[in-house]
């Protein structure tokens, strides 16, 4: 799986038109629309994939967006959507339509969502976010999680493969209860 930070504002609206000033970006991700029918005439000034749903929660507009191809990209965020199951649901139609589902996710432990979603996603694209967690939390798991050359190898056994607790709580503090 190979990762990439979030790249926001690879475009400029003006009026109903754009500025083509995407230079340097993958993708247009986070274009912020209330009518889901507003993104074609964005898209079609675009030279870059377009990619949304990190605030959608909805799954009609989802299925909009896939249907009528309003992104080239769908990236439904892994926690405000709802989790992994609807997620999922997402990609899957996303596949129908020979679309790729990017996640996106909030910081922290969410890389291990995201782990969880390329190990059964089959079409997630070339780039995921990455908020850096791994270089906080890789330590908790057997073998460590690296990031090697923008990759970041899927364990390959059960689970995520957490170390014994007692090791990762060893510098834990006791929080008492106030009152």
């Not at 970006?25 to 000034?45: G, Q």
């Not at 994939?49 to 892994?78: C, K, M, N």
């Not at 679309?99 to 995921?128: D, E, N, R, T």
Request: glycine share 10%; net charge positive; charged share 25%.
């Amino acid at each position: 799986m190979k990762l990439s930070p979030e790249v926001p504002g690879g475009w400029r609206q003006r009026h109903l038109g754009c500025d083509r000033k995407a230079a340097g970006r993958r993708f247009c991700a986070r274009p912020s629309f209330l009518d889901p029918r507003h993104p074609p005439r964005f898209r079609r000034c675009l030279t870059i994939p377009v990619a949304l749903g990190e605030q959608e929660f909805s799954q009609w507009r989802f299925q909009y967006t896939i249907r009528e191809r309003v992104a080239d990209i769908v990236q439904p965020d892994l926690f405000y959507y709802g989790g992994l199951i609807r997620s999922i649901r997402v990609a899957r139609m996303a596949a129908l339509r020979d679309m790729p589902a990017s996640p996106h996710l909030s910081g922290g432990f969410g890389f291990i969502y995201l782990l969880h979603f390329a190990s059964c996603v089959p079409k997630i694209g070339p780039w995921q976010e990455y908020k850096e967690g791994v270089k906080q939390y890789g330590d908790w798991f057997n073998p460590p999680l690296r990031i090697i050359d923008g990759a970041l190898i899927v364990p390959q056994g059960p689970g995520v493969g957490i170390v014994d607790p007692k090791e990762v709580l060893k510098d834990a503090a006791v929080m008492k209860p106030v009152g």
